[in-house]
């Protein structure tokens, strides 16, 4: 009885040394310095076929471990960037709204900024879903869905950041902003069709 308890305490500890020792390796492949530096030169490269690849890529180097040399996890991981600036900027700009001593005109122009900027958000959403729904079979129908989906939502942060008047405060701090979110948004389609072309 003795014998088989330790048997089972033997199996269980070696159980554990055999995770333990898969999860050191897998996490000391993923930290590897030249592992990382791999994985930034292939974003670095990937992202010198966008319209703004300085920005590409201090966006997305930080995320290198974690997209490694994939281009569907590049292009992920662009819109996932692109729609957490989009969603900060939108928290931001309603406060701004809010606030005393705005003028009329720009309270309006930001309001009807506000609503194309949650347009932008949920195309941007929409996208990041349908990339993880992606299979062999569906590959073509679901790219061109989230091609349509990310150009509308360039297009609704192209249509608030001209709406702002270039003279005052307010008006040069958010369009700055908003065009800064339709760079990067640029960016992701540009990712997205390289990714998509893949498969072509």
Not at 66 to 90: G, R
């Amino acid at each position: 009885m003795e014998g088989s308890s330790s048997n089972h305490m033997l199996k269980y500890f070696l159980i554990l040394l055999a995770i333990f020792s898969y999860l050191n390796s897998s996490s000391a492949s993923r930290h590897c310095p030249s592992k990382i530096a791999a994985d930034r030169r292939f974003i670095k490269t990937s992202c010198s076929s966008t319209t703004y690849p300085t920005l590409c890529y201090k966006s997305l180097a930080r995320h290198a471990s974690l997209i490694q040399t994939s281009p569907k996890l590049l292009a992920h991981a662009s819109l996932n960037v692109t729609l957490a600036m989009a969603k900060s900027t939108s928290a931001v700009m309603l406060k701004m709204s809010k606030s005393p001593g705005m003028k009329p005109r720009e309270v309006d122009a930001m309001q009807d900024c506000l609503e194309e900027l949650s347009d932008s958000v949920d195309e941007l959403r929409k996208s990041i879903g349908e990339m993880g729904l992606i299979k062999a079979s569906n590959f073509e129908l679901t790219m061109s869905d989230i091609q349509t989906w990310v150009s509308a939502a360039l297009t609704d942060e192209t249509t608030c950041s001209d709406g702002f008047e270039k003279n005052t405060v307010n008006g040069k701090v958010v369009r700055a902003q908003i065009v800064k979110i339709a760079h990067m948004t640029s960016n992701a389609l540009a990712l997205i069709n390289s990714y998509a072309s893949l498969r072509g």
